[in-house]
């Protein structure tokens, strides 16, 4: 059994900087692609950013140049580095992995549970 779990999400100021993580767990032979999305109230889930497959790194352009996503492969954990906060980016954030549980095995696609960002009081 694998599982995602994000943590990170909390309060955050528009401008300010918040750092998420999502770690795996579970029996991983290999994790392949790494993705962030985030779904806002009233529109559909989207990526955000992105590992392929040959490790490069993609962004959704409203994102570009104020989130870097990052991995530490030995922990089987990615981060998302927010910077220069936007309002319009508040949602729920999901981390998406697509992990073989054996070798050989065929690539299964998990997901977290998400985490709010930012945090209401």
């Known amino acids: 059994q694998v599982q995602l779990m994000e943590s990170g999400g909390g309060l955050v100021q528009a401008g300010g900087s918040l750092r998420l993580s999502c770690t795996a767990s579970g029996s991983i032979f290999s994790i392949n692609a790494l993705v962030w999305y985030r779904q806002i109230p009233g529109n559909q889930r989207e990526w955000v950013a992105a590992?392929?497959?040959?490790?490069?790194?993609n962004y959704v352009a409203t994102v570009k140049g104020r989130f870097a996503i990052s991995r530490d492969s030995a922990q089987n954990t990615m981060y998302l580095q927010m910077k220069s906060w936007r309002p319009e980016g508040t949602g729920i954030y999901y981390c998406?992995?697509?992990?073989?549980?054996?070798?050989?095995?065929?690539?299964?696609?998990?997901w977290g549970p998400g985490t709010q960002v930012p945090v209401f009081l």
């Open positions: 998406n992995a697509e992990i073989r549980t054996t070798a050989g095995g065929r690539k299964l696609s998990f």
């Open positions: 590992f392929t497959c040959g490790g490069a790194t």
